[in-house]
């Protein structure tokens, strides 16, 4: 028999961004971007939300606006790090048995999406749990900023096992742009006795050639299984997608 879920969500963020430097605090709709992705996940009451905060600033927006916050290493290599000591410090008793991993930069999310991202876990051999849309735009069939995923959704299911992820355009679509290609999109639910060995893990080659974590997991071996939805939420790494969360956010209230 499964056993039942006791989920809790980690939002992992820190000032530090190449493209967008101290996002987690922009404005949108009257307060920082971390509350507002903080809302989001509160709205999917799927379980507590914390958020796993690499500096000072972002844990006092985080307590000011009522949440939960808890400090991590600043020098921590990746969000995964940062979830899994966060996790490990706010629930040493391991009361919680799966972790969502929630970006910190996604104000506009629908929160039903971070309810089916644990369906996929419903099958007790899937051991990371992972979303997906179909791509509709042309250009990010080929864009290597958008992360494709290998799968195959047969039937009326809307669930499937991830079998690769790249930059490319996969599977080949043999120049039909009539066949599917799914977008990956960055939110993870984690068994939590996963999330300890994927952390435990060095960086494998093939995460280190794409550039994309999950990879690390398939290559030791673990199962990830995908579940589809209808939309992809928008990650906001530039100011012009601020600009646009603002916009949505303020027609929203």
């Not at 879920?5 to 404005?27: D, E, T, Y």
């Not at 060995?197 to 071996?221: C, D, I, N, T, Y």
């Amino acid at each position: 028999m499964a056993e039942a879920q006791n989920p809790i969500v980690v939002i992992p963020a820190r000032m530090a961004a190449s493209r967008l430097p101290g996002k987690p605090l922009a404005q949108i709709a009257g307060v920082p971007m971390i509350v507002q992705v903080l809302r989001r996940a509160q709205e999917a009451d799927v379980g507590p939300v914390v958020v796993a905060a690499g500096d000072r600033e972002i844990l006092e927006a985080v307590e000011a606006a009522g949440g939960r916050a808890i400090m991590t290493d600043p020098d921590l290599p990746s969000g995964s790090d940062r979830i899994h000591q966060a996790l490990e410090r706010c629930d040493p008793e391991r009361r919680h048995n799966v972790v969502v991993n929630l970006q910190g930069d996604l104000p506009t999310l629908d929160s039903a999406a971070l309810r089916t991202v644990l369906v996929p876990l419903s099958d007790t051999s899937v051991d990371i749990a992972t979303l997906c849309a179909e791509i509709k735009e042309e250009a990010e069939r080929t864009n290597p900023n958008v992360v494709k995923i290998a799968c195959l959704f047969e039937g009326p299911g809307r669930q499937a096992k991830a079998l690769y992820f790249s930059r490319a355009p996969i599977p080949w679509d043999q120049g039909n742009t009539a066949l599917p290609l799914y977008h990956h999109i960055g939110i993870y639910a984690y068994r939590r006795q996963a999330l300890d060995r994927f952390v435990s893990l060095p960086p494998s080659p093939l995460e280190k050639r794409e550039k994309l974590e999950q990879l690390r997991a398939l290559e030791a071996g673990m199962r990830l299984g995908v579940a589809c939805v209808d939309t992809i939420p928008l990650g906001v790494d530039t100011p012009a997608d601020l600009e646009r969360a603002r916009q949505m956010l303020s027609a929203r209230t």
